[in-house]
């Protein structure tokens, strides 16, 4: 997704991530383009792929979301604001459990479509009220620093996946 190319603000040699409401965005942007794919595979061994390609990316969204996002904005939130933040946190629980019913199910089980279908929706719904509302809401309370943690983390994210995929094809655990 190249967050440190193109979109990155260059000072002297240093590259700085975007900002954090700019960063999820991009991962908005990204799941919203796997899932677009999905009716462009016919083949059962491309619909899989493609759906652990986009419960990989879910899963380091919402773990970025849980373990950076949510607790730093937490401590400079307004009540309100806070409520707002508690909303979009139990909309990834209802991500997750559909996540986890759709573990080990291939496109040709019953409800596999009906699952993804309603995947994409739940996902296409928080993102558009992340975007629309909770991270115009919450813009202001982002630092540089902020911002820098959440990249870093999604960087060790993406690391870790990368990894645990290459144990799972040579067969080392």
Do not use: W
């Amino acid at each position: 997704m190249g967050y440190a190319s193109g979109k990155a603000a260059i000072q002297g040699k240093t590259i700085h991530p975007m900002d954090a409401m700019s960063q999820l965005q991009a991962e908005h942007r990204h799941i919203r383009r796997l899932f677009d794919r999905i009716g462009h595979h016919q083949q059962q061994n491309d619909l899989t792929v493609l759906l652990q390609a986009i419960c990989d990316q879910l899963t380091i969204y919402l773990v970025l979301k849980e373990e950076v996002f949510y607790p730093g904005m937490r401590t400079a939130a307004t009540p309100g604001q806070r409520a707002q933040l508690d909303e979009s946190l139990v909309e990834h629980y209802t991500l997750k459990v559909i996540m986890d019913t759709l573990d080990g199910q291939a496109p040709g089980d019953p409800l596999f479509g009906a699952k993804v279908k309603t995947l994409q929706r739940h996902f296409t719904q928080q993102a558009n009220y992340e975007e629309e509302i909770l991270f115009p809401e919450l813009q202001a309370l982002t630092t540089v620093d902020f911002s820098q943690r959440l990249y870093d983390r999604r960087r060790e994210l993406v690391e870790d996946m990368r990894e645990h995929r290459l144990d799972e094809t040579s067969g080392i655990r």
